[in-house]
Nanobody
Framework: QVQLVESGGGLVQPGGSLRLSCAAS????????IGWFRHMPGKEREGVLC???RDGSLVNGRFTIYRDNAKNTVYLQMNNLKPEDTAVYYC????????????????????WGKGTLVTVPS
């Protein structure tokens, strides 16, 4: 069965850290770029960060995206979390990864996870 499964979300205090996981089954993640997206309450879903097929890791401010090909998993390390980071976080394959590290929903797919909730209280 082909699927992406996110995990690692939860409640974290401002300034804290979380590591989200995006585990693939039924296909090989390193055949794709991988993007993280988030859907914040009352807003459109937006891109967070994207890693292309060639890179092992990428740092962008408070967030780091990196691959563990042996585990067929991509991670999103989030540091110094803020209340405005509260959202459901999704990972998705990105076939056209030329725009990475910018995660663009138009280029995402065909596989999406169902999301994991991150809550940072104010």
């Amino acid at each position: 069965q082909v699927q992406l499964v996110e995990s690692g979300g939860g409640l974290v205090q401002p300034g804290g850290s979380l590591r989200l996981s995006c585990a693939a089954s039924g296909f090989t993640l390193d055949d794709y770029g991988i993007g993280w997206f988030r859907h914040m309450p009352g807003k459109e879903r937006e891109g967070v960060l994207c890693i292309n097929r060639r890179d092992g890791s990428l740092v962008n401010g408070r967030f780091t995206i990196y691959r563990d090909n042996a585990k067929n998993t991509v991670y999103l390390q989030m540091n110094n979390l803020k209340p405005e980071d509260t959202a459901v976080y999704y990972c998705a394959t990105v076939q056209d990864d030329s725009s990475c590290p910018t995660a663009t929903e138009l280029k995402a797919g065909p596989y999406w996870g169902k999301g994991t909730l991150v809550t940072v209280p104010s």
